[in-house]
T-cell receptor
Framework: QQPVQSPQAVILREGEDAVINCSSS?????VHWYRQKHGEAPVFLMI?????EQKGHEKISASFNEKKQQSSLYLTASQLSYSGTYFC??????????????FGSGTQLTVLP | DAGVIQSPRHEVTEMGQEVTLRCKPI?????LFWYRQTMMRGLELLIY????????DSGMPEDRFSAKMPNASFSTLKIQPSEPRDSAVYFC?????????????FGSGTRLTVV
């Protein structure tokens, strides 16, 4: 039930864009995105609850394709502070109710000056 | 609010010893989750509580692991006896609901090393 994230790692120069993908084999109720810096706790970025919903957080936005059971995180004009590991967390629909979050394996993003 | 508070931040213990990890969730959050993070397995859900009642403990690896939530402001995760393969970072998180409609808030974690 663990969602699959891609790519596993990406290296960018400051100002470049990146896309991180998250896909599930199960019908999804919601998708969360978190960022974790080295030695710290994961920090909530955003949640997507509806199919096709797009949300934004500064220059970081995300979309949710309910039919394909996929979500993508878009980082535009990346900054040094964006470096970290990004996790998607998915809540699946089970017996008509949503379940707790299961996290993907993470995407390590490194932004270089 | 001070956020989710975990203690200790670091724990080093010898194999066979008992280890107790502690967590104070955010006031008003009805759900509390214990996750374990390792390089090999990522973030794994161990157990979660709703209003102090354990709901799903299917992620608890063995009988050596136990968790309690005696009241709304305190939870413990105990490992007895501890083994080297239990070495990991253990996170506690809390939320208004199980699916985290407003996000999960994680504590700073406890880095456990069993030697």
């Amino acid at each position: 039930q663990q969602p699959v994230q891609s790519p596993q790692a990406v290296i960018l120069r400051e100002g470049e864009d990146a896309v991180i993908n998250c896909s599930s084999s199960k019908a999804l109720y919601s998708v969360h995105w978190y960022r974790q810096k080295h030695g710290e706790a994961p920090v909530f970025l955003m949640i997507l609850l509806k199919g096709g919903e797009q949300k934004g957080h500064e220059k970081i936005s995300a979309s949710f394709n309910e039919k394909k059971q996929q979500s993508s995180l878009y980082l535009t004009a990346s900054q040094l502070s964006y470096s970290g590991t990004y996790f998607c967390g998915t809540a699946i629909l089970s017996s008509g109710s949503a379940r707790q979050l299961t996290f993907g394996s993470g995407t390590q993003l490194t932004v270089l000056p | 609010d001070a956020g989710v508070i975990q203690s200790p931040r670091h724990e080093v213990t010898e194999m066979g010893q008992e280890v107790t990890l502690r967590c104070k969730p955010i006031s008003g959050h009805d759900y509390l989750f214990w996750y374990r993070q390792t390089m090999m397995r990522g973030l794994e859900l161990l157990i979660y509580f709703n209003n102090n009642v354990p709901i799903d403990d299917s992620g608890m690896p063995e009988d050596r692991f136990s968790a309690k939530m005696p009241n709304a402001s305190f939870s413990t995760l105990k490992i007895q006896p501890s083994e080297p393969r239990d070495s990991a970072v253990y996170f506690c998180a809390s939320s208004y609901d199980s699916r985290g409609s407003y996000g999960y808030t994680f504590g700073s974690g406890t880095r456990l090393t069993v030697v």
